[in-house]
T-cell receptor, first 115, second 118 residues
Framework: AQTVTQSQPEMSVQEAETVTLSCTYDTSESDYYLFWYKQPPSRQMILVIRQEAYKQQNATENRFSVNFQKAAKSFSLKISDSQLGDAAMYFCALILSGANSKLTFGKGITLSVRP | NAGVMQNPRHLVRRRGQEARLRCSPMKGHSHVYWYRQLPEEGLKFMVYLQKENIIDESGMPKERFSAEFPKEGPSILRIQQVVRGDSAAYFC????????????????FGSGTRLTVV
């Protein structure tokens, strides 16, 4: 079975600053995907960024980047130049690759952005 | 592409009533997943379906909950004799046969149905 742990329930960042959200996971499989999802008050689950486990290069999407440490089973999200619209719940998630299967989510972290 | 459509967006039921939640997958997607989100929690997997088949129901409560994805029409998550503890947001997601489809969509979520049991 897979587990995803987000140990920080809340974080706060000043607008325009950088913040890093932590995530660790556990799986015995070697082939999987990792994701960060954003959930604003509208409740919509928005995919922020994804990382394939077989890729050593860290994924980046504009102001969002990850630090993927496969050996340490760590997958943190860095948000640069934070904006007020970044305020939301952020969930880390894992899915095994090779077949359609279920996502395993962490408990999430609430990010607030101070103007 | 209209994305994954869930309805209703909000549903209020009295204890003992039945709740029916609907999910229409993204165009071209044939795999549907249901998740439940309790307050201040992440999403928990409930069930995975393909057309007319339940593939994995390991996250479904043993009683009162059922799901279907008929040949025609949306997927339905049915909760019979609802109790206060069923109050949650229920999300549906869909994916294509190859997971990442030709337009780059993989696992796509709907906006969820918030069920409140009073």
């Amino acid at each position: 079975a897979q587990t995803v742990t987000q140990s920080q329930p809340e974080m706060s960042v000043q607008e325009a600053e950088t913040v890093t959200l932590s995530c660790t996971y556990d799986t015995s499989e070697s082939d999987y995907y990792l994701f960060w999802y954003k959930q604003p008050p509208s409740r919509q689950m928005i995919l922020v960024i994804r990382q394939e486990a077989y890729k050593q290069q860290n994924a980046t999407e504009n102001r969002f980047s990850v630090n993927f440490q496969k050996a340490a089973k760590s997958f943190s999200l860095k948000i640069s130049d934070s904006q007020l619209g970044d305020a939301a719940m952020y969930f880390c998630a894992l899915i095994l690759s090779g077949a359609n299967s279920k996502l395993t989510f962490g408990k999430g972290i609430t990010l607030s952005v101070r103007p | 592409n209209a994305g994954v459509m869930q309805n209703p967006r909000h549903l209020v039921r009295r204890r003992g009533q039945e709740a029916r939640l609907r999910c229409s997958p993204m165009k071209g997607h044939s795999h549907v997943y249901w998740y439940r989100q309790l307050p201040e929690e992440g999403l928990k997997f409930m069930v995975y379906l393909q057309k007319e088949n339940i593939i994995d129901e390991s996250g479904m409560p043993k009683e009162r909950f059922s799901a279907e994805f008929p040949k025609e029409g949306p997927s339905i998550l049915r909760i019979q004799q609802v109790v206060r503890g069923d109050s949650a947001a229920y999300f549906c997601a869909s994916s294509s046969e190859t997971f990442w489809d030709s337009e780059g969509y993989g696992y796509t979520f709907g906006s969820g149905t918030r069920l409140t049991v009073v």
